[in-house]
């Protein structure tokens, strides 16, 4: 029914799992569901093998796409002509944090986003696509409400 | 130098980047240095055609890689006896949240983290490396930091 969305019938819970092995020096195999599994490791620098991305570049993977996501989701709610993007995302550590040598937080002191969206739509309708999915996207508002200084910085091509 | 841990010499940047492109429906694909591009979707459930794990998946992935090096890294500090561990995380959701029908988080109202170590140390070694692994984990502390409940049991077996 169209007029679900606006009824609320309580909680509506989905469990999200992934389930790993170390498999030695800085390296995991994660599962998830029934998809490859997907080997995690860190640079030779952080002591690693390079076996594959470290964990906190898929955190920024999951922003990218857990940004797309949303704006798919919204963009069809809104009947907003989407037809492309690219997203990014760099978050920057002090890797201090992590090895312990000071008191400054593990994780990221500052992420960047860039959206490059291809679109007929006029510029206040851009600006209400952003606001809603920034409002509403699950790993955005993850960082965000860690305290972690987040932009999102859109631009338009025709 | 061993000494180079005790010496604070300013801010250890490191960037840690994702880029992506959207390939209609909920799909992305995503891109980390010189490594294969990683799909992420959504199941039918959630408007998508299941072609990879979804964004918040990743993100109990990375939680699972980065407490996995965390584990390595201490043990390596503390002379620890690492034969081996498994990890897992679980992460639930309120779906209200992203799908904008109720004033709920968007992201994470509970994770809960298991590890299942293999080792001949007593528990009050266990205890000291969970401890300093939790307290310096990016992962960790990003998810703990945003507010969100989580736990991390950890048992042994010898």
Chains 1, 2 share one sequence.
């Not at 606001?131 to 993850?142: D, F, I, Q, S, T």
């Amino acid at each position: 029914m169209a007029e679900a969305r606006a009824v609320d019938d309580g909680p509506q819970w989905v469990t999200t799992s992934a389930a790993g092995t170390w498999t030695g020096g800085m390296q995991t195999e994660v599962r998830m569901r029934h998809f490859p599994t997907v080997v995690m490791d860190e640079p030779p620098a952080l002591g690693g093998a390079d076996a594959g991305p470290n964990p906190m570049e898929y955190v920024m993977a999951a922003l990218d796409g857990c940004t797309s996501v949303m704006i798919s989701l919204i963009a069809k709610e809104m009947n907003f002509d989407l037809k492309g993007f690219d997203i990014s995302a760099d978050g920057r550590l002090d890797l201090r944090g992590l090895m312990g040598t000071a008191p400054v937080s593990p994780h990221f002191h500052e992420v960047r986003q860039v959206v490059r969206l291809r679109t007929s739509e006029p510029p206040e309708r851009v600006a209400a696509l952003r606001e809603e999915v920034l409002r509403r996207c699950p790993a955005y508002n993850l960082i965000k409400d860690a305290r972690v200084p987040i932009t999102s910085e859109w631009s338009v091509e025709g």
